[in-house]
T-cell receptor, first 114, second 113 residues
Framework: KAGVTQTPRYLIKTRGQQVTLSCSPISGHRSVSWYQQTPGQGLQFLFE???????NKGNFPGRFSGRQFSNSRSEMNVSTLELGDSALYLC?????????????FGPGTRLTVL | AQTVTQSQPEMSVQEAETVTLSCTYDTSESDYYLFWYKQPPSRQMILVIRQEAYKQQNATENRFSVNFQKAAKSFSLKISDSQLGDAAMYFC??????????FGTGTRLKVLA
């Protein structure tokens, strides 16, 4: 079974631009979560989508948004990029319906904001 | 609010030796899960082991085992017979009853040949 895939793997943007990152979960997984990883803040939870609905949200400004499609693929959008948005963005998927399931991570998208 | 603390930013271990990574957490929930994830230099986060809070028995996966002390809110990871491939960042994670994950700041493990 293929793992979680994320595209693109690397991205360079300038301040003020917007960016969209994509995540394809493991086949059959209905939950997708997004995380921001930086050296200073570590891994911080952005949001979780389950069956096209946002189920959980972390403490990030409204510039960070996401959505999930009917095939469970998810996109994350960051508008009006700031230098501090430079980070590794990780996506994780899990089955989503049962308490015992585990989340599996993708390789991440490295975003650099200049 | 739940918190996860990893007090060891970096640890070293000789190849074939045993090392223990520490993790403490704070929560008022009774139903939760705890995880250890490994992130090698390639950056792909990999699940190492998980523990359900309602289980008293410590989880074990081959050379990896945990010491789960629920009353003390402690969840340490023991790696036996350390191998060069074990070198990575290790993250302790807490999953709440509402499926929210909280990660510790990580421990960088170096394995010395």
């Amino acid at each position: 079974k293929a793992g979680v895939t994320q595209t693109p793997r690397y991205l360079i943007k300038t301040r003020g631009q917007q960016v969209t990152l994509s995540c394809s979960p493991i086949s059959g997984h209905r939950s997708v979560s997004w995380y921001q990883q930086t050296p200073g803040q570590g891994l911080q939870f952005l949001f979780e989508y389950f069956s096209e609905t946002q189920r959980n949200k972390g403490n990030f400004p409204g510039r960070f948004s996401g959505r999930q499609f009917s095939n469970s693929r998810s996109e994350m959008n960051v508008s009006t990029l700031e230098l501090g948005d430079s980070a590794l963005y990780l996506c994780a998927s899990r089955l989503g319906g049962r308490a015992r399931d585990t989340q599996y991570f993708g390789p991440g998208t490295r975003l650099t904001v200049l | 609010a739940q918190t996860v603390t990893q007090s060891q930013p970096e640890m070293s271990v000789q190849e074939a030796e045993t090392v223990t990574l520490s993790c403490t957490y704070d929560t008022s929930e009774s139903d939760y899960y705890l995880f250890w994830y490994k992130q090698p230099p390639s950056r792909q986060m990999i699940l190492v082991i998980r523990q359900e809070a309602y289980k008293q028995q410590n989880a074990t996966e081959n050379r990896f085992s945990v010491n789960f002390q629920k009353a003390a809110k402690s969840f340490s990871l023991k790696i036996s017979d350390s191998q060069l491939g074990d070198a990575a960042m290790y993250f302790c994670a807490y999953r709440s009853s509402t499926y929210k994950y909280i990660f510790g700041t990580g421990t960088r493990l170096k394995v010395l040949a």
